[in-house]
Every structure is written in structure tokens, then in C-alpha cells.
């Protein structure tokens, strides 16, 4: 008979994610019934990849795609999910995210690789880590045009931060008319990009670079221009009525 008391111990520390709200949205003050949790996140970069993957290269190691989406914020189980805008420096978050890891490594390291994961992630060390990377900034950027979505979010709250609401680039882009799901669209979208250092660093030609980049930015404007078409909720509303009459929530 196995024993998986630690497996169980494994999946209980992640189960920890779906308690965990991530911390742009409450910083932002978002009112919603429900805001998504870093489970969510995990669970959407997953269905990404998955939805993408036809438009991917064959060769992917899907198998490491999965353990960097799954592994990437798992200390945060642990750590909480930390932003510098809350005033804990990157040295602390380091020290304490690196506690965090090693605690994972040494519990559960018959599982998963904790720490090679973590920092082949972290320094995008293949094109596996890169591309989970791209999709994971993206991600940060989809929350908030399906916020914004759904109500105008007010970005002079008083009760936002001001190292956050004062930010040089946020205070440029209201500025310039933009809302919130702009702001993070644009600021977002630079990070997808794969440069000839790191065409060479993967070993891809790069026309095979330029060809990821494009799926997964296309992926990300087609959600940006539902949302300025004002249709990106309209899928709500296509759905068979005679199959919702027991649902009692979108949130």
C-alpha cells in the first residue's frame, strides 16, 4: 500500500493558492463579489497554453511548461503574493521567497525540483521558461480588462496607495485618457518579446521567435479589443439559457 501523506501535504500547500487573492487587484481597490485567486492564475495560464498550443512549436516540452506554471508561484503559498509598491524591499521579499523555496525543496523535492524549476523560471533559462513568462505577464494584464469589463474602475480612490496611484507611468497614461485595463495592456504587452540574444540563447531562428511572439500577442489584443469593442462579456450573454436556470453566479 503507498504512503501519500506527502503528496497530500503537496497538494494541501497548493490548495493554500485558492485562499490567496492576488495583490493588484486589491491594491486597486477592485470591487467584485469574487477577485481571482493565484489558483486561478495558475489554473488560466494552464488553459492558455492549452488553448495556444496548436499555434506553439511542436518541439515544446509540455511536461516543463506545466511544472513552471505550477511551481512559479507556489512560495506565495507560503510568502504571500508580495508587490513592491507595499514597501518590503526586493532584498526581503528574496530573503524570505528563498525560505520559502528551500522549505519546498527540502519537503516535497520527490515531487517537483523546486529549486531548478524556480530558477530556470526565473532566469528564463529555456524557451519553455520564456514562454510561460510571456503568458504569465499577459495574464496579469487580462484581469483587468475583464475588471474593467465589467465596471469603471475608479483610479482616484483615495484608498489606493500612492507609491501605486503615483506611479510616473500610471500618472502618464490617465493623463493620456487611458483606464485601467490600458494602462496594464501597454505595460504588459513590452514584456513579450524575444530578442537575437535570446534567439541564440534558445537555439531558434528568428523567424520561429518572431511567429511565438505574434500568437501570444494577437491572443492578448483580440481580449484588449473586445474589451474597447464593449464584447468581451457578450459570451455571457450566448450561453443556453435552458442549461442556466440552476446557476445561481457569474462571480
Excluded at 90 to 108: D, G, N, R, S
Excluded at 126 to 133: G, Q, R, S, T
Excluded at 205 to 211: E, S
Excluded at 219 to 247: C, D, G, I, S
Aim: net charge negative; with cysteine.
Amino acid at each position: 500500500m503507498e504512503n501519500f501523506n506527502k503528496e497530500v501535504k503537496m497538494y494541501m500547500i497548493f490548495d493554500l493558492l485558492g485562499d490567496l487573492e492576488r495583490t493588484g487587484p486589491l491594491l486597486w481597490k477592485i470591487e467584485r463579489n469574487r477577485l481571482e485567486d493565484v489558483k486561478d492564475h495558475i489554473f488560466d495560464l494552464i488553459l492558455m497554453v492549452q488553448i495556444l498550443k496548436k499555434y506553439l512549436p511542436e518541439n515544446l516540452d509540455y511536461d516543463k511548461i506545466n511544472e513552471y506554471i505550477i511551481c512559479h508561484d507556489l512560495p506565495e503559498a507560503i510568502t504571500g503574493d508580495i508587490t513592491e509598491f507595499e514597501g518590503i524591499t526586493k532584498e526581503e521579499k528574496e530573503k524570505v521567497t528563498t525560505i520559502a523555496i528551500e522549505y519546498l525543496e527540502k519537503q516535497f523535492n520527490d515531487i517537483f525540483e523546486f529549486s531548478k524549476i524556480i530558477n530556470n523560471y526565473d532566469n528564463k533559462n529555456d524557451l519553455e521558461a520564456k514562454i510561460v513568462y510571456m503568458l504569465d505577464k499577459i495574464h496579469s494584464a487580462s484581469a483587468f480588462i475583464k475588471y474593467q469589463s465589467e465596471q469603471d474602475i475608479d483610479m482616484d480612490n483615495p484608498d489606493i496607495i500612492p507609491e501605486l496611484r503615483n506611479h510616473p507611468f500610471v500618472v502618464q497614461k490617465i493623463a493620456e485618457k487611458m483606464d485601467l485595463a490600458d494602462i496594464f495592456f501597454e505595460y504588459h504587452l513590452k514584456a513579450v518579446s524575444i530578442n537575437e540574444e535570446e534567439c541564440q540563447k534558445y537555439n531558434i531562428k528568428p523567424n520561429d521567435a518572431d511567429k511565438i511572439v505574434n500568437v501570444i500577442k494577437t491572443f492578448a489584443t483580440e481580449m484588449y479589443t473586445q474589451k474597447q469593442n464593449k464584447t468581451l462579456l457578450n459570451v455571457r450573454h450566448e450561453l443556453p439559457k435552458e442549461a442556466m436556470k440552476y446557476k445561481k453566479s457569474y462571480h
